[in-house]
């Protein structure tokens, strides 16, 4: 069914999906940078994404842990740095909490997870338990959303400080540091899937990955669209805006 | 933080959790046995609700093969027998395939899950690994929704008989042993964690057990609610009613 890519029109059909699945496309994404949600819809959104944020590093340590060789650990452990920290400079994590922190969340409550939405837990464990029990190359593409995270990191960054009194350059420090990690990220992810899916049956699993990966990243929207937008059906025992 | 509670007093935390969090107040129920249901709408509901069906065997079969003596693991086996049939009689999966031909939608397409919302697929998933990983006790409990799955049968076949000019006594064919198997099977589980949580710390995994469960029921419904029902976003490659 499916014939062999060159390398370029393999990225060209992960930049494809992209067009299609990456959740700069949803809804919610449009209300956040466009300024249209409340402080509680945008508390929602960041505590839910806290698990997301929290969960990378497990991802990462899993993957990293099957890698062969010292150059190729090397390579992935730069991401367990950016996400948590040399104990100086704060990683990934810590700089969510900043901004959590920011929108008046209490850090206790957003890390004891209460009141996340179940769908956030479920997809977000599918993400984790994905890269560890799939081969290498699947669980490698899986990571390559970061080939489109730059455009939507910069319209929420710019959307919100021009949206939102609540939020700040400090609040959204997160975000910044992302800019040029991704780009660096994706430059060996990409090679790797494309050095390494040399049949069209890997081919194909490198673009089931990513259209994995775009898919739990739009119903983590999609779950806080339903609870705290439209409909505004919040679950039972979800977290309620003041 | 907890005491310890009389077997009956566990029963009735238990059943205070249906009535909070089973997905019989859930908003799309209502509107699928109120007969407020297109019939591309309850087409989605059973085609991503297929996906549940299906995987209930191989969330019991993980739990049988952990179960320690021949009697427990006769009482276990039934519920295989219940779902996957003998051969003659066809069982709860079968039934459930009566149920999407009498819809209209081809076997094969439901069978192949294209078009299943990622959310209903992640939600199923963490369902079949609780019940793979978790102890026994909780793996158990988390069956427990089945105390409450009489009235939400009652109604469903009910209010579908008498709204739906597209369903049938032998499309619904699915539900009606449900009614006498559940209540078999709560009597065994049901008695089983009464026996076997015998301190506070298991009452408490085995309330949270169901807990989980009704998030993971309710979490399909949100997700069926939000694709096809308000704001009616369908995520991208999931079904669309023709």
């Known amino acids: 069914m499916t014939r062999l890519m060159t390398p370029d029109e393999l990225e060209a059909a992960l930049r494809a999906i ?18 249209k949600l409340t402080k509680g819809q945008v ?10 944020q929290a969960s990378i590093p ?8 099957r890698l062969p060789t010292p150059e190729l650990r090397r390579e992935w452990r730069r991401r367990l740095v950016d996400h948590d920290g040399d104990g100086v400079h704060p ?11 920011g929108l008046g969340l209490d850090r206790d409550h957003v890390t004891s997870l209460r009141g996340l939405l179940p769908a956030t837990r479920f997809a977000v464990d599918a993400y984790v ?3 560890r029990e799939m081969p290498l190359l699947d669980a490698i593409a899986s990571s390559l ?43 060996f992810a990409l090679g790797y899937v494309k050095e390494h899916a040399r049949t069209a049956a890997e081919q194909e699993r490198v673009l089931a990955a990513l259209r994995f990966k775009c898919d739990l990243l739009w119903a983590q929207l999609d779950a806080l669209h339903h609870a ?6 919040i679950p039972p025992g979800a977290f309620r805006p003041a």
């Open 129 to 131: 338990r994905f890269v």
């Open 91 to 101: 990683g990934g994590v810590e700089r969510w909490l900043a901004l959590t922190d």
């Open 43 to 52: 508390q929602a959104w960041a505590l839910n994404r806290y698990y997301y």
């Open 145 to 187: 959303t970061e080939m489109f995270s730059p455009t939507i990191i910069s319209q929420r960054v710019s959307g919100m400080l021009a949206s939102y009194d609540f939020v700040s350059e400090d609040t959204l420090a997160y975000f910044k540091p992302r800019l040029t990690q991704a780009p660096t990220d994706v430059a």
């Open 18 to 35: 992209g067009d299609e699945r990456y959740h700069i496309h949803h809804p919610f994404h449009h209300l956040l940078h466009g300024g």
């Open 58 to 65: 497990a991802k990462d340590a899993s993957l990293l842990a």
């Open 228 to 233: 705290y937008v439209s409909p505004g059906h």
